[in-house]
């Protein structure tokens, strides 16, 4: 059994109660060695050092209990690609949304990761897991959005090694026997989505190729990347005509737990629509008082999915003004940027 403790400390404190804010430390334990990657099962432990009750956002760290990636794995020093779910995320529940921890105590997070990374490509041998710790943290009384507006808690992550003999590929368990939607109007719904996704981002594409890399509404979003990496995801999603693709109205892996839109796993990139998702409106809502920044647009949820499936994009962020403030790096390689862009060249353009 091996563990490792991490300490965290806030880079930057908002004009309220968290300014006192001191501290997390993250404990995962498990084994140092196992006969079989089935037997890959971590404990990740954080708890509050500080004074105060904290509230976490526990999507794309630690603290998310879905196969999502809450580690990075490396053997040899190269990184071992991932297989699990990328999300698509509302932020309107906040209280489901974020992990309280109460001053001085604990929250624990169990993580099956056996079928979520490619061990067999890598072959036998020690792998190292660095646990995802970059959490964003508000007091337990202060407004939870906008995203951007949160404390940002960084920590100079540690690693862990596993020695694994058996690196067979396992494959998640579906928790439900099919895959399909048998419903019409759903099914309706999902089709009218993926059409509009498609062209939400053939109107970037086109946008960015005639207005360039010094457009402002470009720079706020993706900064100084050149403009070919973010028009090759863009053109991607465009071209999209996989037969073999399932596009699903049914949760068969058990994701959808009120905050999830919709959900891609990426070894297979079959997507996955949650309830809420059936929520959202079309695109030319846009033009009628629906806001960019409530990202309830299907079109956009769904392009968010398809740059997961045919450009390996990842959930660095949400929410449009939390994607804004990422670097050029995360911003290029964030699905819900391209959400956020698409549709409001949609909105400046087509309304």
């Known amino acids: 059994m091996f563990f490792f403790t991490v300490a965290l400390c806030a880079s930057a404190a908002l004009a309220n109660p968290l300014k006192r804010f001191s501290g997390l430390t993250v404990e995962v334990t498990g084994p140092e060695s196992v006969a079989s990657v089935a037997d890959l099962t971590f404990t990740a432990a954080i708890t509050n050092t500080g004074s105060e009750d904290v509230k976490v956002l526990k999507y794309g760290t630690i603290l998310d209990s879905l ?13 071992v690609a991932f297989t699990g779910v990328k999300l698509s995320v509302s932020l309107e529940d906040t209280d489901t949304a974020f992990t309280t921890i109460p001053a001085g105590e604990t929250v624990t997070v169990s993580h099956d990761v056996s079928a979520i990374y490619d061990y067999a490509a890598s072959g036998a041998g020690t792998f190292s897991f660095a646990p995802i710790t970059d959490f964003k943290v508000a007091g337990s009384e202060d407004a939870l959005v906008p995203i951007s507006g949160l404390a940002k808690v960084t920590v100079d992550a540690g690693q862990v090694s596993v020695d694994v003999a058996d690196v067979t590929k396992r494959e998640m368990h579906e928790k439900r026997a099919t895959a399909s939607c048998s419903n019409t109007s759903q099914r309706s719904f999902i089709s009218s989505s993926y059409t509009e996704g498609k062209a939400l981002a053939s109107q970037a594409s086109s946008y960015i190729s005639s207005r360039g890399a010094s457009d402002s ?51 297979t990139t079959n997507i996955y629509y949650c309830s809420i998702f059936f929520n959202e409106r079309a695109t030319t809502a846009l033009c009628s008082g629906t806001t960019v920044a409530s990202r309830s647009i299907r079109g956009g949820t769904t392009l968010h999915e398809l740059t997961h499936a045919v450009a390996d994009t990842d959930d660095v962020t949400y929410g449009c003004s939390a994607d804004q403030a990422l670097s050029d790096a995360n911003s290029v390689r964030n699905a819900d940027n391209y959400n956020c862009f698409t549709t409001q060249v949609y909105a400046n353009t087509q309304c």
Do not use: H, M, W
């Open 67 to 79: 196969p999502t990636r809450s580690f990075t794995v490396t053997k040899d020093g190269a990184n």
């Open 217 to 267: 509404l470009y720079t706020a979003y993706f900064g100084a990347t050149a403009t070919s990496r973010v028009t090759s995801v863009l053109n991607a999603v465009a071209n999209e005509n996989s037969s073999s693709r399932t596009l699903s109205c049914t949760d068969s892996y058990g994701v959808c737990d009120g905050n999830v839109i919709a959900y891609t796993v990426i070894a």
